[in-house]
C-alpha cells in the first residue's frame, strides 16, 4: 500500500528566509502524481504545487519549488523568500495515476517569524 | 479548475442530533469524495460518491452513520448522524478535474 511521510510536524522561518519541509513516500507504481497542499486557518485547502512522475524537471511555481527525487521517493519543498502569508499547515499528498484517490501525509505546520 | 461550495461553514450541534452538510459543484463531475479531518490531524477519507449509484465507504465509515447523496452531477450531501463529541472534526468535500483535487471550505462541526 502507498504510504505518504512527513517526518517534521513543525517548522519555522525567519521572514524572507527560506525553508523546505520534507515528504517521502513509498509505493510500486511508476506512474503518479505528487502535490504540495496548503491550508491556512481559514482551513480551505490550496494546491500549492504539483509534479507528475514521468517529468525528470522538478516544479517551480514562483517563490515554491519541489526537490523530486524518484529513485529515493523523496518529494521536498522549497519556499524562497518567505512571507507572512505563507503560514499554514502543508500537506505532501500521493495519487496514482489510474485512481483520483489521494493519499495524505500527516502534515508540517509552517511558522514564519516576522 | 472547479468553484466548490460548501455549507454550513461551520456549526455546533447537540449529542444525539444529525447534520447534512452540502457541496456545490460548478459544473458536472463524475466522482466527489467526503473527507474528515480531526482537530491538528491530516485527512481521512470517507467515501466517494458516485451519481446514481451507493457511495464506496472507507474502512472505519459505514453507511448508517455517514449516508450519503448523490443526485445529480454537481451536487452532493453527507449527514453526520446521531453525532457525538468524537465527531467534533472539520469535514470536507472534494472533486478531482484532470489532474488537481479542488476542496470545498470544510465545515467546522463541534458537537456538546
Known amino acids: 500500500a502507498q504510504t505518504v511521510t512527513q517526518s517534521q510536524p513543525e517548522m519555522s522561518v525567519q521572514e524572507a528566509e527560506t525553508v523546505t519541509l520534507s515528504c517521502t513516500y513509498d509505493?510500486?507504481?511508476?506512474?503518479?502524481?505528487l502535490f504540495w497542499y496548503k491550508q491556512p486557518p481559514s482551513r480551505q485547502m490550496i494546491l500549492v504545487i504539483r509534479?507528475?512522475?514521468?517529468k525528470q524537471q522538478n516544479a517551480t511555481e514562483n517563490r515554491f519549488s519541489v526537490n523530486f527525487q524518484k529513485a529515493a521517493k523523496s518529494f521536498s519543498l522549497k519556499i524562497s523568500d518567505s512571507q507572512l502569508g505563507d503560514a499554514a499547515m502543508y500537506f505532501c499528498?500521493?495519487?496514482?495515476?489510474?485512481?483520483?484517490?489521494?493519499?495524505w501525509g500527516a502534515g508540517t505546520k509552517l511558522i514564519i517569524k516576522p | 479548475s472547479a468553484v466548490i461550495s460548501q455549507k454550513p461553514s461551520r456549526d455546533i450541534c447537540q449529542r444525539g442530533t444529525s447534520l447534512t452538510i452540502q457541496c456545490q459543484v460548478d459544473s458536472q463531475v463524475t466522482m466527489m469524495f467526503w473527507y474528515r479531518q480531526q482537530p491538528g490531524q491530516s485527512l481521512t477519507l470517507i467515501a466517494t460518491?458516485?451519481?446514481?449509484?451507493?457511495?464506496?465507504?472507507e474502512s472505519g465509515f459505514v453507511i448508517d452513520k455517514f449516508p450519503i447523496s448523490r443526485p445529480n452531477l454537481t451536487f452532493s450531501t453527507l449527514t453526520v448522524s446521531n453525532m457525538s463529541p468524537e465527531d467534533s472534526s472539520i469535514y470536507l468535500c472534494s472533486v478531482v478535474r484532470q489532474v488537481e483535487a479542488f476542496f470545498g471550505q470544510g465545515t467546522r462541526l463541534t458537537v456538546v
Open positions: 509534479q507528475e512522475a514521468y
Open positions: 499528498a500521493y495519487r496514482r495515476d489510474s485512481n483520483y484517490q489521494l493519499i
Open positions: 509505493t510500486s507504481e511508476s506512474d503518479y502524481y
Open positions: 460518491a458516485n451519481q446514481g449509484s451507493e457511495a464506496t465507504y
